[in-house]
Each structure stands twice: as structure tokens, then as C-alpha cells.
């Protein structure tokens, strides 16, 4: 107990904020974290069931933990001080175990680092990362489960995120969640813990499950794919998308851990005992070091709370509705409401890109000309969570598209010598072509590069004076004959209509 208040404890007062973020990230509605929660208490049955290895040893303070506890203390206070939870989050991993080497020493830890670095599948990914990772799994099980699901006779067509059965009413929608990347994080946890803490404590062995694991999860994933594809095509959409889902997961979920025991018995044998290795008993030395620990539990509670405090100060926004309150019409150009159907599935997506963007101020919008030819419309605002605004060629590529063209281009519409971001990107569906044109900005100051917006607000993050701000991004369909050049002049317009609008709402 006394090691806990003077080491453990003003760790969990530094990092309090860090680990609100870890649980709403397990918490969050693709449930790619989920598992997570299992973690902390198999970590503690490990090292609860191995007490009699390790309690008789020697305990003494090391000040080589600090080797670990100093890395991971001034990635905490970047992230704090940048307001960018997930690299305080990430320190966790080095922060653990390096507490746990400072407090314990090298001696009573001996053969327990394995259950210590359990931390580290505790910690979520930066949402930018795994956005990148999930689409990547994504287009892999989509395409190659509609390819395996056709290699059977279930006849489907791809359209962006949708598979269609010929002849079939209704289309399955693909969500993000459907990534496997659930799965794949799941199963690196569950071999880690099959490779360290049980069978053979062999190098071959736990490299093999630890790169097998992975692998398993994405080729199971393509199957659960195309099993739904051919559940669409005997039994319907509708069975496909409710219990027919809820079987396919169930199945490939035992079929994963099945596989990866079977594996590992079979390449590897079931003896060879644990694989956290048991050292002989050491008689247990009278007195505790606490004297010895005491300046250096000075220094933690004295970062602990200044740490604490630079996390929690955080500018809040001073509204959540200024991306609706941007017109219906602008430049000439008409809000057009969305259907029944089309409302439906945005709202069904909703959470989800309320959780990537980071923020609920955005809307979706098209609007049309006197011509009906139609732009596409994203404005998201901003406070202190900048940092989760990201490129727009991510999300374009997240839309089935191949990004064709992306750079900065002349936008006089926003001013004499003023540019915008500009990408061109083809549909992998259809083959149209379509012209975006963005712009990052605040109420006095705008730029179309990424970076440009990057370091105009980290400096103000630093000492909290960073402004509230957005993200306009205008997308034309370059018409059947026409030359892009004119869609990116028709996106232009419309956005340098709309930014002085946008700058008035940020003020």
C-alpha cells in the first residue's frame, strides 16, 4: 500500500485525463477497443497467481526505471500541453512498467515483464491511425469477400461501400465497423497472451502466433464477407444484415481462437509448461526501502499535479450548431434535402463520423445550381479539437475513390494570390471524376494546406490561446465532355461565396 500512494498513486493523478480517453475509445461505437477491457484484469490474475514466485524476492528502488517513467512522462506532457490524448495515452505503455521497475526493481520483477507490458494492448490507436488502418481492412475484406462470395455463385456487385445481389431487393452496407479491424486488434491480444503466458517459452513459437494472429483475422474476416453475401443471395438482405450477421460473427470468432490453439498445439505441442519463466525463491529481505523511494515519489506528485492540471485546462466551445446555421443558398446554388432513405442511412453514419472528426458541428450538404448540376458540401467547426481535423483526401479515399491529382491551386475568388486545396479523384464505382476544393481557417486567417493549418495552431495550443475555426470542403462531378477545370472553377465560386460566412460563424 505504501508503494502504491507513493509511486502508483500520483501516476493515476497525472494520467487522469489520459485514461478517461482510453475508456471512451473502448466505449466508442465501432467497438475496436472493446476488448480492452478484459485486459487490466487478466494482468492482474497473472501477476495475483504467481505471487508465491515473486513476492519472496528482493525489493528494492531502482532508479533505472526512470528510464522508462522519463520518456513516457514527457510524452504525457506534449500530448497534455498540445491537447493530444493519444500520445499521453500511449505513454502509458512505457509508464507502467517503468513505475513498476523504479518502485519493485529488476530482481522481483524477474519474469513478470511480460504481464507488465499488457499495457500497451490497453492503449487505443491515434483515431488518425486507426482510420487508415480500418479503410485499408476494409477495402481488403470488401473486395475480397465479394470476389470469394462470387467465386460461389452469389452474384454481387460492388458500389462503394454497398453489395448487391443481383435480383435481389435490398444492398448490404458495409459499415466501418466491418473493417475487422475488432477482430485483428482482439486476436493480437489473445496470441500475446497464448504466447507469454502459456506453453513453450519459445522464441520460434511466439514469433510464429504473434504473426500468425493477424494474418488469420483478416482472411477470416473476407470469409464472414462473403458468407454474407451468399446468406443475402439464399435467404435475403434482411436475413443477411440481422441474424444471419449475428451468426457469421459468432462463427468466426470461435472459428479464430480455434484455429489459433489448434495451431499451437499442433506445430508447437501442448507441454512445455508457462511461458512466463519461474525463478527460484529468494528469501524475503527485512524493511522496506520506503526511504529510499521517498524523493522520488516527491518528483512524481510533483509533476502528477501540474500534468493533471495542463490536461484539464482546455478551451470549450462557445457553440455546437454553427455549421447548420451556414445558409440555404449561396452563390446560386440551392440546399437540397435529403430523402427519407438518404436521411436514414446519414443518421445511421452519424455517430461514427461524429467520433472520426471529433467533433458534432459539421454537416453534409448538397446543393444544386438553376441547372442542377450539383456540389457537395462538408463545414465542420472546431475548438480546442483541432487536432482530429484531418486532410480530405482521407475521407475521399474512404469513398471508394482513387485521388488522381492533390495539391494547392490559385483561388482568386478568396483573394488576390490566395490558393486552396484542391484534389482531383475518380470513383471506383462509376468511373465519374469529381473536382475538390478546400479550406482550412479561422476568423481572420485561412490557407488550403494541411500543414499550413497544422502549425498555425499548435503554438496556440501550447499556451491554450488556440481559435476556434473550420473546415470547408467543396466537391463538383466533372460532367460527361466537360474539362475539370471547369467543375474546380464551379467549386471555387461556391467556396469563396461561403468562407466570409464561415469566418462570421468562428468569430
Same mark, same amino acid.
Given at each position: ?22 475508456? @471512451? ?26 505471487? $508465491? ?12 526505471? *526512470? ?27 512505457? $509508464? ?25 494492448f490497453c492503449v487505443p490507436l491515434p483515431m488518425y491511425v486507426e482510420g487508415r488502418l480500418a479503410y485499408t481492412l476494409k477495402e481488403v475484406a470488401v473486395a475480397g469477400g465479394s470476389w470469394l462470395a462470387n467465386v460461389f455463385g452469389a452474384d454481387v456487385v460492388r458500389a462503394g461501400d454497398m453489395l448487391q445481389p443481383r435480383g435481389v431487393d435490398g444492398a448490404l452496407y458495409v459499415a466501418d465497423a466491418c473493417s475487422g479491424l475488432r477482430s ?49 443471395? *439464399?435467404?435475403?438482405?434482411?436475413? $443477411? &444484415? ?9 462463427? &468466426? ?110 454537416? *453534409? ?31 475521399? &479515399? ?8 492533390? @495539391? ?23 468511373? *465519374? ?18 500543414? @499550413? ?29 466537360? @474539362? ?17 460566412? $464561415?469566418? &462570421?460563424?468562428?468569430?
Amino acid at each position: 500500500m505504501t508503494i502504491a500512494c507513493m509511486v502508483f498513486l500520483p501516476l493515476l493523478v497525472a494520467y487522469w485525463t489520459a485514461l478517461q480517453w482510453c475508456v @471512451d475509445r473502448w466505449n466508442a461505437p465501432t467497438e475496436y477497443f472493446a476488448h480492452c477491457w478484459l485486459v487490466p484484469p487478466v494482468a492482474a490474475w497473472l501477476l495475483w497467481s504467481r505471487r $508465491a514466485e515473486w513476492s519472496p524476492r528482493l525489493r528494492a528502488v531502482d532508479p533505472r526505471g *526512470w528510464l522508462l517513467l522519463g520518456p513516457a512522462l514527457l510524452l504525457h506532457l506534449a500530448g497534455a500541453a498540445l491537447m493530444v490524448d493519444s500520445w499521453s495515452a500511449a505513454s502509458l505503455a512505457l $509508464a507502467v512498467p517503468g513505475a513498476a521497475w523504479l518502485a519493485l526493481g529488476r530482481e522481483r520483477l524477474r519474469g513478470l515483464w511480460p504481464a507488465l507490458w499488457l499495457v500497451a494492448f490497453c492503449v487505443p490507436l491515434p483515431m488518425y491511425v486507426e482510420g487508415r488502418l480500418a479503410y485499408t481492412l476494409k477495402e481488403v475484406a470488401v473486395a475480397g469477400g465479394s470476389w470469394l462470395a462470387n467465386v460461389f455463385g452469389a452474384d454481387v456487385v460492388r458500389a462503394g461501400d454497398m453489395l448487391q445481389p443481383r435480383g435481389v431487393d435490398g444492398a448490404l452496407y458495409v459499415a466501418d465497423a466491418c473493417s475487422g479491424l475488432r477482430s485483428l486488434l482482439a486476436m493480437m491480444t489473445l496470441a500475446y497472451c497464448l504466447a507469454f503466458f502459456l506453453g513453450a517459452p519459445r522464441l520460434v513459437r511466439r514469433a510464429t502466433l504473434l504473426l500468425v494472429a493477424p494474418l488469420m483475422a483478416v482472411a477470416a474476416n473476407v470469409a464472414r464477407i462473403a458468407v454474407l453475401c451468399l446468406f443475402a443471395r *439464399w435467404h435475403g438482405v434482411s436475413f $443477411a &444484415e440481422g441474424a444471419g450477421h449475428t451468426l457469421a460473427n459468432t462463427v &468466426e470468432w470461435a472459428t479464430l481462437v480455434l484455429a489459433l490453439l489448434g495451431l499451437d498445439a499442433l506445430a508447437f505441442g501442448r507441454g512445455g509448461g508457462t511461458g512466463v519463466a519461474a525463478a527460484a525463491p529468494v528469501a524475503r529481505v527485512a524493511g522496506a526501502p520506503t526511504r529510499r523511494l521517498a524523493p522520488h515519489a516527491l518528483a512524481l506528485w510533483l509533476l502528477a499535479a501540474p500534468l493533471l492540471l495542463l490536461s484539464l485546462h482546455r478551451p470549450l466551445g462557445r457553440s455546437a450548431d454553427r455549421a447548420e446555421r451556414l445558409p440555404a443558398e449561396v452563390a446560386g446554388y440551392r440546399l437540397v434535402a435529403r430523402t427519407p432513405e438518404q436521411e436514414a442511412q446519414f443518421q445511421k453514419n452519424l455517430p461514427r463520423w461524429r467520433e472520426l472528426l471529433g467533433t458534432p458541428d459539421f454537416v *453534409w450538404r448538397r446543393y444544386d445550381d438553376a441547372e442542377g448540376k450539383p456540389l457537395w458540401v462538408v463545414a465542420l467547426f472546431h475548438d480546442a479539437n483541432w487536432k482530429s481535423v484531418h486532410p480530405p483526401r482521407i475521407c475521399i &479515399e474512404g469513398s471508394n475513390m482513387d485521388i488522381l491529382q492533390d @495539391d494547392l491551386a490559385p483561388c482568386p475568388e478568396l483573394g488576390p494570390e490566395r490558393s486552396a486545396g484542391r484534389i482531383l479523384a475518380r470513383s471506383r464505382g462509376d468511373g *465519374w471524376r469529381y473536382v475538390t476544393m478546400s479550406l482550412y481557417g479561422t476568423a481572420d486567417w485561412s490557407s488550403g494546406d494541411y500543414w @499550413d493549418f497544422t502549425l498555425h495552431h499548435l503554438p496556440r495550443a501550447l499556451v491554450r490561446a488556440n481559435m476556434s475555426g473550420f473546415l470547408l470542403r467543396v466537391e463538383a462531378a466533372v460532367q460527361a465532355g466537360e @474539362d475539370p477545370s471547369v467543375a474546380e472553377a464551379r467549386a471555387r465560386r461556391f467556396l469563396g461565396a461561403i468562407t466570409p460566412l $464561415a469566418q &462570421e460563424l468562428a468569430r
